[in-house]
């Protein structure tokens, strides 16, 4: 087994480095130690990246030359780490693959102000940063820059810390295992998947953190994808789903799926696939241009009560995507969205439920309603416009 040199540590002890991944038990014991009683955790973390950065130095030439470049266009990247060195190595592992680094940031706030400027499809994210943290800057870059997706990776496997960073970004990767699987975590995130690194278990808590996601689209094709790719998730997995959409979208939604093999007839028939007109649904909630909250939020846990009951396994997830928000947004009443838009977050707290909400781009022309879009934003785990 390959052996780095030994260095030695401010106690007088010393820790000799060995190869990937031998080290990673004991070095995450390391830093999660330091974690907890807040003494000399950037001395744990530097010790824990000089083995990390040696192995992706080894690791990054091989794996970029042999990676084979995805079709997929090339996308534009933000890199957030602390340390110069492990930033350094991955913008080397990532020459010759279709994404382009277009800048660094070494602190939290700093990356907040690339992210406003550079506007990157993906950024790159570590957690302990200087400033302010990954999580704030996640917080922070969702109005300001809401287009770009962020992976998160970091020394740090706490479940309970990887379950708040996926509340607030689509994939979440441990620096040990940046050499082999920085590149296809990178690509499924910038699919708008979720991926959570294999090294990373959940401790016997199997369920993914609940998501209330927006998509902001410029045409029915996109709203077809993103509504499309939550539903047949849910389907594939023996989950439930419910649509409340225009009757173009249902249609099309249904078509779709079938397309993909899956039997949407069956579902409706078996109460795990509900499809209901948006506006229909609106109708019975507005009053005078205001929506009754509760009537709305009592409507819907009853559909998710009925649908997670006709998924007949243990704990389902009930996938839900609306339209009733972004017809409210279209007609000018923006309030009207913003206060149903609660009732889903009330929603998520309450249920075992995935929800994705859709405007059309035209509703927010040339930078008008600027502060609506960005509270619209600012209420979503994650924000999707193209």
């Known amino acids: ?64 030359r042999g990676y084979r470049v995805n079709s997929m266009q090339s996308s534009n990247v933000l890199v957030v780490d602390d340390f110069q060195s492990f930033r350094e190595c ?37 957690i302990g940063l200087p400033s302010i943290d990954g999580l704030e800057v996640a917080r922070r870059v969702r109005t300001l820059a809401p287009a770009a997706k962020i992976l998160f990776f970091s020394v740090d496997a706490d479940i309970d810390l990887v379950r708040e960073a996926l509340s607030l970004g689509a994939g979440y990767i441990h620096k040990s295992h940046a050499h082999s699987g920085l590149l296809p975590a990178m690509e499924a995130v910038l699919r708008s998947e979720q991926f959570i690194g294999k090294d990373l ?100 846990t009853g559909l998710i009560a009925s649908a997670a009951k006709a998924a007949e396994k243990e704990h389902p997830r009930v996938a839900i995507c609306g339209e009733c928000v972004g017809l409210l947004c279209a007609l000018g009443n923006r309030n009207a969205a913003m206060r149903l838009e609660e009732v889903g977050n009330d929603l998520l707290k309450a249920h075992n439920v995935d929800i994705m909400c859709a405007y059309p781009l035209s509703s927010f022309p040339d930078g008008k309603h600027a502060q609506v879009f960005q509270s619209i934003c600012a209420g979503h785990t994650a924000v999707y416009s193209q």
């Not at 106690?11 to 995450?28: C, D, H, M």
């Not at 382009?100 to 070494?106: E, H, I, K, P, S």
């Open 1 to 64: 087994m390959a052996r780095l040199p030994s260095l030695s540590l401010s106690s007088g002890q010393r820790l000799t480095f060995l190869s990937a991944p031998n080290l990673v038990g004991y070095a995450g014991r390391c830093e999660m130690t330091a974690l907890r009683d807040k003494r000399n955790f950037r001395g744990a973390r530097k010790l824990y990246l000089v083995f990390i950065t040696h192995d992706i130095r080894q690791l990054a030439k091989p794996r970029t």
């Open 90 to 126: 991955v913008c080397s592992l990532l020459q010759g693959t279709q994404f382009r680094v277009v800048g660094q940031a070494a602190n939290g706030l700093e990356a907040v102000e690339k992210a406003r400027s550079c506007q990157p499809d993906l950024i790159l994210l570590d």
């Open 201 to 300: 278990a959940f401790k016997g808590r199997t369920h993914a953190p609940r998501r209330h996601d927006v998509q902001f689209y410029s045409s029915d094709s996109v709203l077809l994808e993103s509504f499309g790719r939550l539903l047949g998730t849910a389907l594939e997995s023996g989950d439930a789903a419910i649509v409340l959409a225009t009757k173009a979208h249902r249609e099309g939604l249904v078509e779709r799926l079938k397309a993909e093999g899956f039997d949407v007839d069956v579902a409706i028939r078996q109460g795990t696939y509900i499809s209901l007109d948006a506006a229909d649904t609106l109708s019975t909630i507005m009053a005078n241009g205001v929506p009754d909250r509760t009537g709305f939020r009592k409507g819907l």
